[in-house]
């Protein structure tokens, strides 16, 4: 018998367990389609964003690739599904827990969460890529955790450089509740610190970055 998903966000793990699960997949075609390179999907609480950006990873991670868990889904037999399942490099980042007092707290959480996203790819071997020099040494600076805030800043700019370079492919970045440190930083009487780091992080990170 299957069971109510109650505070499930994951969707691998929904799947796994054999729960309800409003098919959406269709979805991911029309979000592949859009013409912009940034997509800002607001919607109210607990309307599934985390939910469908997990979909997503699975179904676009060039380290996922369990064809299992989209079967008797619509976009399982589609000739989507062959063209784009499991191809491409992604990075995702979610900032759901990042609710610090103060500024120097919420970048040592900011920059965990950016580590634990860089780990996933710590066995590139970045020697082989050509150029990149300033990129690979964030990446090792992140890594070995002797990075500097222009490093985080700048952190998703040179991970999706590298994995450009060594897939070939273009990457795909998802972010979740982007907007949480931002406001706990109102919140918390730092929003100027705040919102200056996210200007110079969205910036690096999503403006004009072509990869």
Do not use: C
């Not at 990075?91 to 970048?107: G, P, Q, V």
């Not at 970045?126 to 890594?143: P, R, V």
């Amino acid at each position: 018998m299957k069971r109510l998903p109650i505070g499930r966000s994951d969707y691998q793990i929904l799947r796994e367990e054999n729960e309800y699960y409003i098919d959406k997949t269709k979805n991911i075609i029309e979000f592949l389609d859009i013409s912009g390179s940034v997509v800002l999907m607001p919607r109210p609480r607990r309307f599934g964003k985390t939910l469908f950006q997990s979909t997503l990873y699975y179904f676009f991670s060039n380290q996922e690739q369990d064809e299992e868990i989209f079967k008797d889904t619509y976009i399982y037999n589609t000739p989507f599904f062959k063209e784009h399942f499991g191809k491409y490099p992604v990075i995702f980042l979610t900032f759901k827990d990042a609710r610090e007092n103060s500024f120097e707290l919420m970048i040592d959480n900011i920059k965990r969460t950016i580590q634990e996203e860089f780990e996933k790819h710590k066995n590139l071997d970045i020697s082989k890529i050509e150029g990149l020099s300033a990129e690979k040494k964030i990446f090792e600076n992140i890594l070995n955790d002797k990075n500097s805030i222009v490093d985080l800043e700048n952190s998703i700019k040179a991970l999706s450089a590298i994995l450009k370079a060594h897939y070939k492919k273009r990457v795909i970045i998802l972010i979740d509740e982007y907007d949480t440190p931002i406001l706990t930083g109102w919140m918390e009487g730092f929003y100027e610190k705040i919102i200056k780091y996210f200007r110079n992080f969205f910036g690096a990170g999503l403006k004009d970055n072509d990869k």
